[in-house]
């Protein structure tokens, strides 16, 4: 990610100014995790006391944001802190595209609440090159393995994969399409990603 | 009440959940997909830190698996062969990312009739532990599944743990799962069977269907079929018909009621062939 996409100001952030304001009139469309088809269109009372400050601990950076309750992380880290790696694929937990790290583990920013991940270490995809540009092992063998197309699956691929190894599942190529499983490609990849996570776990040495 | 809460010990959850109407949240794999943006509206309580709702123990009364425990967790636990339906089921709760985040507790509590968990857990007899303001209580998991997202949870209610007495970890079990495709689906059919094989000869059977019916069922017609009879016999002893009464499947758009219907009876058969497998081997 470049670093002008990071500085980005939040689209969002206006809009939710203007949902908070609205919040004195009345009635306020419902956002947040269920989409913003939802948002238009339907109505419901809303507790203005439900804005948050929450500290979001993201690739080792500390980022105060102000959250409602409802907001998933997936959303915080996109339109709030302007890391937009993770992807919006479905946002109901089918497609593995904004799969991030949560304390080491791999999580779904889509069904993680973002105040459910205040105190925990978060890691996107644009927190695993080194300071100097170095690719982590596993984004190089995505590369080297052409494991993508159009490469909207990737981020979550490449977090996903991350932990595979970790977990020790990524000892066949059968056992990486099971526990693979939960990150679909739609330009179906596989086989590509197979053989980088392969080749990413014996240079990982787990 | 705040929008959003996470109690770090179970009377403080039990305190919280008196309060209004606020929704528990486990891993909040269920709640977010298959509800719409009204429920945040009420206030969250997070249980994912609650300690008491975490662990497996043996203990006098038997195995007991606290609610919170992820299906990641259910994975990698050494538990005896008699649980071994419960763990394959575990492995296959969506992908990865949903079994580290999903919990048992949060299956039940569900109570889809394509929960995973439940036929597991109904050959290993399982009782539900549930505390609220007015203690603690237990309820076999079968009664404890009234309907389609229906218990017998009242609303100030956690669910604590679930826990297998020892007669129920006898023999070895297996799972199998049938959906549309491998992987992150569904069920549209599920069975796990369990049997406790002495001298040769089947002591104990117990087989569950899920998915077939409003809620996933013990089958104790076909149970009885099985005592006596050698491990290898035990697959072509099954009868469809007998199946398909016990069962009255739904129609839905996953499947028809009559290709359900043949797909328990064929899935029993094949989890009961691969458990003979195992005595043979
Ligand atoms: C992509 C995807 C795939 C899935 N695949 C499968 C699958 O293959 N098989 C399957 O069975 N399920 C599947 N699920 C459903 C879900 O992941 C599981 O049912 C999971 O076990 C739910 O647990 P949870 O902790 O996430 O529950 P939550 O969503 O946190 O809670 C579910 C319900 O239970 C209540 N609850 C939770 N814990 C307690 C408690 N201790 N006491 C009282 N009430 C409680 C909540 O209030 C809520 O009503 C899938 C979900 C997704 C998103
Ligand atoms: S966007 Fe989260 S799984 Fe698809
Ligand atoms: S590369 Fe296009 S979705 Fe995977």
Redesign the interface.
Known sequence: MSDSERKTEPVSKRRRNFLIGSAMTGVVP?????GQA??TT?A????A??A?NVALRVNGRLHQVQV???M?LLDALREEIGLTGAKKGCD???C?AC?VLVDG????A????A??AQGREVVTIEGLAAPDGTLHPMQEAFVAQDAFQCGYCTPGQIL?AI??VH?G?ATSPDQVR???????CRCAAYPNIVAAVLQASQQMGD | M???S?PASLPETLFLLAQGQPLL?A???DV??AT???W??R??I?I?AVPELHGITRGPDGLRIGAGTTWAAIAAAALPPACNALQQAA?EV?????Q??GTIGGNLCNASPAADGVPPLLVLDAVIELASPRGLRRVALADFLTGPRQTLRAADEVMVAVIVPDAALSGASHFVKLGAR???VISIAMVAVRLLVVAGRVQQAALAVGACSAVARRLPGAEQALLGLAPQETAAAIDAAQVAAALAPLDDLRATAVYRAEAAAELLRRALATLAQDHAG
């Open positions: 419902v956002i947040g995790w269920a939802q948002a339907q419901a009372p809303v507790d006391r439900a948050l409602d309750a409802r998933t109901h937990g089918q593995g799969t583990r791999r999580e779904l889509c069904l993680t609440l105040v459910a996903s932990s595979c977990e599942h099971e526990y693979m499983s939960g990150n679909l | 705040t929008p959003y996470r949240l891993g909040g794999t977010y997909p719409q943006a009204q945040l509206t206030p969250v997070d994912s492995q969506g992908g990865r990312q949903i580290n985040a491998a992987y992150l």
